[in-house]
């Protein structure tokens, strides 16, 4: 929100400029940011994203070991059955955790306490795959140690999952299978973001500008009182022509939020790092470049400048919420926090 932001008369020499800008970018987008396998994945799980019905499997499943927490076994459940009790693979896996009938004569255990051992009991399969990756992790720890593996424990763990004990030892390592790596980065992925309460997307990661520098005028207008603002300004107004591409400032999940529409406009954006650290609010945009869910990366075009919601001219309007808090609860002077990672707003 801001009073008199610029008013663009060249929006298509604008859009043009944008547009050549865009791809000179490219490159430099593409190698932007961390991965999250460097993510801390031992951390908090986020509960509240497990049903509630096996909540309560797979926090205790998470205590089994160390080595295996409840957020990444909970991204693998996901991962495998979508959290179906029911479900059955063309392969012949079956029930929540997606077990193979000769694994789950192994591994299969009684934990719902009925006196059955039932592959479509989610509390058995659950509490059966917590054991089955935690002797998974045991063997790769020891093979480690025997220096006959290599690599990061964790990721070992889920290839000898993925792609059987046997391909990680003879690999020496993560094996290369792209449907394995693939899966690996899938998994360390969710439990770091949808299943973590812990920061993803800022700790050490790349930060971003949100508009190419150059291109707008900051207005250094964080915590002023002012007609169009209930309390005070809650974020910083760049002001540039309407079409400028917006960029996400840290790596991290788009997420829509329409309970700000009626002051931010209809494609409001959030990019949050985790489930309570850092989220940068995006207000105001014209259009939105990112479905709801999406992982982005620091500096990737998430929507264009607007004008949209409570706004007199083209503007972005950013916020900075180190907590994830919501409107006008834990905002910080996004400047001043730009200028901290090394930035010039
Ligand atoms: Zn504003």
Redesign the pocket.
């Known amino acids: 929100?801001?009073q008199g932001g610029t008013r663009s008369v060249v929006y298509i020499a604008a859009a043009v400029a944008t547009a050549l800008l865009a791809l000179v970018m490219l490159p430099a987008v593409l190698v932007a940011d961390r991965n999250a396998a460097a993510a801390d994945l031992t951390g908090e799980v986020n509960s509240d994203a497990i049903p509630a019905e096996f909540r309560d499997s797979v926090l205790k499943a998470g205590q089994r070991c160390k080595e295996i927490s409840a957020s990444v076994l909970a991204a693998q459940i996901d991962s495998e059955s979508g959290w179906n009790p029911r479900a059955t693979s063309p392969a012949g896996a079956q029930g929540i955790s997606q077990f193979m009938p000769g694994t789950w004569n192994t591994w299969g255990k009684d934990y719902s306490r009925d006196g059955r051992v039932d592959v479509f009991d989610p509390h058995d399969s659950i509490g059966s795959q917590a054991d089955l990756m935690c002797a998974l992790a045991r063997q790769v720890r020891d093979k480690i140690q025997l220096r006959v593996i290599s690599g990061e424990p964790l990721e070992l763990t889920l290839a000898a999952y993925n792609a059987g004990m046997g391909n990680v030892t003879a690999a020496k390592g993560v094996p290369p299978f792209p449907e394995t790596t693939a899966y690996i980065r899938k998994i360390l992925d969710a439990s770091a973001t949808k299943y973590s309460l812990d920061a993803i997307g800022d700790v050490g990661g790349a930060v971003r500008l949100p508009l190419a520098p150059g291109r707008y005028t900051n207005?250094h207008?964080f915590g002023r009182s002012g007609s169009?603002?209930a309390r005070h300004?809650?974020?910083?107004?760049f002001s540039a022509p309407c079409g400028t591409p917006v960029r996400a400032v840290t790596g991290g999940v788009a997420t829509a939020d329409p309970s700000q529409a009626a002051w931010a406009g209809p494609h409001f954006v959030k990019i949050l790092t985790g489930q309570r650290s850092t989220a940068t609010w995006y207000?105001?945009m014209g259009r939105a470049a990112v479905t709801n869910g999406q992982r982005v990366q620091a500096g990737e075009v998430i929507g264009y400048v607007g004008s949209l919601g409570n706004?007199s001219g083209c503007?972005l309007?950013?916020e900075v919420h180190p907590k994830n808090g919501g409107y006008a609860q834990d905002e910080v002077d996004p400047n001043a926090w730009l200028r901290q990672k090394g930035l010039r707003p």
């Open positions: 929100m801001d207005q207008n169009m603002w300004h809650t974020g910083n107004d207000a105001h706004s503007h309007h950013l």
